[in-house]
Every structure is written in C-alpha cells, then in structure tokens.
C-alpha cells in the first residue's frame, strides 16, 4: 500500500515480476478491496501465483516510525513482516516510510544474533558494472564494530548475488592515507583487517562510482548524504543537458539524432534498475524500494527480493558472523 | 610550486590573470631560478606587476602537515603565508598540498577571534546558479558551534561575493523532518536557528544541487565525501557518455552533431569554473586550487582571491561573529 503511488505501481509491478519470474508467488498485503479492484484491472483475478492479504491500516509516509509501530499493528507493512516471521511467505518488499519500516521489521524479526543494527543495502553503477554499499540512513551513529558488521553483511550480500567469490570492501573515509579520518573509521579499519575479507583498505567518495570495490561500507549519516548528492547531481546534470538540447532549432535537431545515444547512457546509469534496497541483518528478507517508484523499478525490487531469497541471504550472514565471531565452532562449513 | 603541475601551471595562469584584472599585482613565490624560466618563457620579464620571491624548499602533496609546518620554514607555501601575515601581499593561493596549507595557514595568520577552526568552502553549480558548501575536509569531527561558526562565515562569503544581501543557510542532514539526524545536527540547528542568518533549516544531499539554498552548512567529514561522491558520479557519467558515443559509425557521428551542445553541458557544469576553495576563519585570505588545476582552473583561483581582496572577507567575517558573539557592542556597522 505504500509509497508514493501505492497498489496501482505496486499491483502492475506484481504482475510483470510473476511474468518474469515463472516460480515466484506473491501475496499483496493490504486494503482488501482497493487491492482486488487493481488485481481485477490488470487481469490477475484468475492468477493461483497471487493472493490479497487483508490488512486494514496504513503507515503513512511522513508517520514517526515509533507511533508506526506502537499504534498500527494491522498496517501493510506490519502484516507483511509478520508473514516473513511466521513463514507464510520468504520476504517483504515495501515502497513505504523506510524508518518505520526498519523499526517494525527490527521489532518483529529480531537481527541476527551478532548483529547488533541492520543496515540498509543498494546496488549503485560503476564504470566497470556495480557495487553494494551499506548503510544508507538507518543508522547515524556508528561504532567501530558496527562498521565491521556492514562489512561482513556487505560481503556476503555480494559473495551471494553477483556469484563473486572474494568481493572488495572498502571503508569510506576523506583520505586514503591511514593518517586520515576519525577515531571510529580508523579503528574499524582495524578490526575489517583482521578478518578474512578482502579488504582493499580506505576509499573517497569519488572511487564510489569508479567500481574499485565490490562494497562501500560507511555510517548511515555518510551514506546517505553521498547517495542522496549523487542523485542531486545526476539530476542537474539531466536538466542541464535537457535544457542546452532545447535550446534553438540547431540543438533540438542535435538532440534527436543523439537521442537514441542519450537513451542509451540513460538506460546504463538508470537508478530504477538498481531500486530495492536491502534491510540486511534481519532474520528475514525484506527489500525497501524508492518511495517514487514506477512499475518498472518496484519489479526490479521483487527481482532482488527472489534472488536474496534463492541465495538464502539472512542464513549466509548468519553463518559468516558466527564463523567470524566464533573461530573455535565450524569454519569448514 | 605547488600541485601535480608546479609553475608550468601557475605562471601561464598569473599571466592570464594580469590580462584580465589590470588592477592585480602578483608575487610568484617558490624556487627563483624555476619561476624566471618560466617567466621568461611566457615573456613576462618585463611585467611590472609581477615578481618572483625566492623560497628555498617545497611541501610535497603527500607530506604529513606537522612535518611540512615544523620542518619545512622555507617552503614556497610557508614563506607565502608569511607574506600574508606581514601585510606584502594581499593573499594567498596555492595548489599544494591541503593539510599542510590548513595547519601552515592557522599556525601563521591564526584564526578570526571566535572561530575555533578554520573551514574550506567552495562554491559549486545548481539548477538556478550556484551555492558555497563548507566544510569540505578541514575539520573531521564538529562540534555544534563550528556549525554555526561555519554558517556565520559561510553567509558573509555568499553576501560578500555574490552581492546577496541575505544568503539562504542550509544545514545538510539525513531528513529534512527536524526528528531526523544526530544530536550535534540538532544542537547546531537550534543555534544556528537563534542567529539573524536567513536559515532554511535542514536539508539532503540532493538539494545540494537544485539551488534551494545559497549556502550548505555540514562538518568536513560529510563535506568531503559529498564533494567527492559529485566528482566520481560526473567522471562516470562523462565516461558512460563518451563510450556510448563511441559505439558504432552512427553514433560517432551523433556525437559530432551533438558536440556544440554537450561542450555547452561540459562547460556550465565545468568544474574548473569553480576551482579555487576558501579557506575562511583566517586573519587573512588563503585559496586552495585542485592540484590537478590547469591554467583556467588556476587563473579562476587567483580571480577568486581578487573578489575576496575587493570584498574584505576576513574583515567582514570577523564583524559578523563579533556582531553575533557580542550582541551588546556596536550592531548598526
């Protein structure tokens, strides 16, 4: 239900991911009635891969996740977690408020035990393909072991969806030279290094984009302003070159024979291809897609939802902080 | 002497700044015998209004700042700080190496009575024009009142330079809701909320761009990845746009008609039209250029500290915070 357009993205979404997707099944969590007018609008009505889940609240996208998660407990999203928790289903995909989500799904699904915050995962576009970089808001205020939770979450979401053995992590800093950065980067620096990931060391913000590691781990604050800049400036960008395209007879007739070139770098750099972003370190799978998505980009959030669920994400986490917190247990496995 | 390119950069620059601003006078500071090569070679032997003043060593870019400020009193980037503190020169721009400019810079000319620490501001280009964004890398970890601090300096910059008599102030947060961002955001916000500065309270990472602003206000940690986070997703959309222009014979030859407008894209958001930060705080004025600054983006420095010069930023900004800290002495200046 949630999101800026609620059940007439989310319900199209649902139907091209199961046409994609031959063995996933969907339960659309929500107003029973205005999800079964949309279900009967796109011609779903007979599908046995989708059913309608009452629930009768909704978390509105401004709400303070605490009030979310005190006074709804029959929200959307509160019922979607709870089938995670219970089962019924193997992972919850929401376009809703993100601080209430993360509190309800902390709240209901618990972390993983060795973790003591989840934190929030997207892929971005690099000059060589992708990368993963976490956390991206849900948490402020960071400690050293925090920063080395990411890392290892980071990596195994990378080991598991892009089939890389050993992902680079690479620690967010202002300065590559180990003299640079506070207290907490430079002790988180320490303790990535004495585990058995790929630790490529410190990295800027400009070697983001520039794919020179698989993982960007940084505090949620740092994140979030990076990600949130860089989609401020492709933004710019776009209307700049929007706006010089538009400028006289010459430079339209410019634009439409690059067009087809434009569309091109614009389908590469596109940010719905890489919506659905990861609530990692929950007993449970549950992917946050952009609250402005389109029907395309919340399809693209159901597709990372099956793969992580495919790729047993939360129980490969738990396996590698048990095997990095406990080298006495089985480090075979 | 400074930056990756040395006097084969600033000299050909401080030639094409004499060009443009007749009223300028320029000390080439740095190794005597290089810099008259390269006066002679750009035929400036003759010109009144420059002259080489020797020094003796050079900071090297990668040279801890405490070792270039205890060990290195001859350096070009000392002995020409030394000349803003003796009253020679008007200001100082360099290319060279930042830390060591910071510390070199606070431990000569000290900071403006009331400001703790110095902070980095440049501007950078939005929608509607441009904004000042400061810190970008000086101060790591910030108090809330180096928050305001770096409001108060970052107004007087944005009044002073852009002729705009009441500078908009962002503080850049996680969430635009007052509930959101960390305790030192908050505290700062209060503070800076009780000032007489046109405060637009907080702001995200992607108004940085759209111009909502006139100045962003976060500490240097945050600053610096934003910054660079800007630079990598440009390298990588320039890099997306040259290989897909560069795909087939039709392509090639869209880019060709395209080129007049993507040059125009390529120069509105040229970065070196923005070359050369502030180093506010001081009793006295410091530039920073890119030590990858080439002869525009090193001539737009110098033009940069000239504005300073005419507009009298130290002393306006030590009027501002005396106005702010000590609301009983004289207001109406």
Chains 1, 2 share one sequence.
Do not use: W
């Not at 800049?229 to 929007?242: D, M």
């Not at 430079?251 to 609530?279: C, E, F, M, W």
Request: charged letters at 20%; proline letters at 4%.
């Amino acid at each position: 239900m949630g999101g800026d357009h609620g059940p007439q993205v989310t319900v199209p979404a649902a139907k091209k991911a199961l046409e994609a997707y031959p063995d996933l099944e969907l339960v659309l969590v929500g107003l029973e009635d205005e999800l079964n007018r949309q279900v009967q609008q796109h011609s779903l009505q007979g599908e046995k891969r989708l059913r309608v889940h009452h629930a009768s609240e909704i978390v509105a996208m401004d709400e303070s996740p605490a009030i979310a998660l005190k006074k709804k407990k029959d929200s959307s999203m509160r019922v979607a977690i709870n089938l995670v928790k219970q089962g019924e289903v193997d992972a919850c995909i929401s376009a809703g408020n993100t601080g209430a989500l993360m509190a309800t799904s902390k709240f209901v699904l618990k972390t993983i035990p060795g973790i003591d915050r989840p934190a929030i995962c997207t892929s971005l576009p690099t000059v060589t393909g992708h990368t993963h970089m976490l956390d991206l808001g849900a948490n402020i205020d960071c400690s050293a072991e925090h920063l080395l939770q990411f890392a290892l979450m980071g990596s195994v979401l990378a080991e598991s969806v892009d089939e890389n053995p050993q992902p680079s992590i690479g620690l967010l800093n202002i300065g590559s030279e180990a003299i640079k950065g506070n207290e907490v980067i430079k002790q988180a620096s320490k303790l990535i290094e004495q585990t058995s990931l790929n630790y490529a060391g410190f990295i800027e913000g400009d070697d983001i984009y520039t794919g020179k590691v698989d993982v960007v781990v940084s505090d949620g604050f740092v994140g979030n302003v990076s990600l949130k800049t860089a989609e401020g400036l492709a933004s710019l960008v776009n209307t700049v070159l929007k706006s010089e395209f538009k400028r006289n007879l010459f430079t339209k007739l410019a634009a439409l024979i690059a067009l087809p070139v434009l569309n091109r770098v614009r389908h590469t750099l596109d940010p719905r291809q890489y919506n659905g972003a990861s609530l990692l370190g929950l007993n449970g799978i549950v992917i946050k897609s952009h609250g402005s998505a389109d029907i395309d980009s919340f399809s693209n959030a159901i597709k990372i939802a099956s793969i992580e669920i495919d790729k047993s994400v939360p129980a490969r986490i738990g396996k590698e902080i048990q095997r990095h917190f406990q080298p006495q247990g089985d480090t075979t496995a």
